[in-house]
């Protein structure tokens, strides 16, 4: 299949697992990746730098395509975040920020449901009456009658 610029002709070899990628206009392999299972979907993005793969097993992968022959591929991949030197402490910063917030969820609706629970159980032992000589079956009757003996 074309990219969705037709610079690229992604060529994807299901014996190797593999997907190799073609310049349109030179017809130069720039890319040959190996992929961990059978793939399923591929996709490129609109501005034709990156393809999307979907795989057998669940897992989805972006990959540049990092072509040599574009001076501004080098821009372009110095400003994705994971060449970003600042990025892993930016991302575990968001990361603990995130885990406090759903930590902080947690007690939140623990504690409403403590006490919903605590609420229903006092008014179930308000409506609770003591069951009386009627009520008792006769044979509990008996058993407390020879204890009184």
């Avoid at 917030?101 to 308000?126: H, P, R, Y």
Wanted: with cysteine; charged share 35%; proline share 3%.
């Amino acid at each position: 299949m074309f990219n969705q610029t037709d610079e690229y002709v992604l060529y994807y070899h299901s014996g190797k697992k593999t997907l190799r990628v073609f310049r349109t206009s030179d017809a130069k392999m720039i890319a040959n990746f190996r992929m961990q299972a059978e793939l399923s979907a591929v996709e490129s993005t609109e501005d034709g730098k990156n393809i999307v793969l979907g795989t057998v097993d669940g897992c989805v992968s972006v990959l540049a395509l990092a072509d040599p022959a574009k001076p501004e591929m080098k821009e372009y991949l110095a400003g994705l975040p994971s060449r970003d030197e600042e990025w892993k402490k930016k991302t575990e910063k968001l990361k603990a920020h995130t885990l406090f917030k759903a930590a902080a969820s947690i007690a939140k609706l623990s504690t409403k449901f403590n006490n919903s629970n605590n609420n229903e159980n006092a008014d179930d032992d308000e409506h609770v009456q003591p069951a009386t000589e009627e009520e008792t079956p006769r044979e509990d009757r008996d058993a407390d009658e020879e204890e009184e003996l």
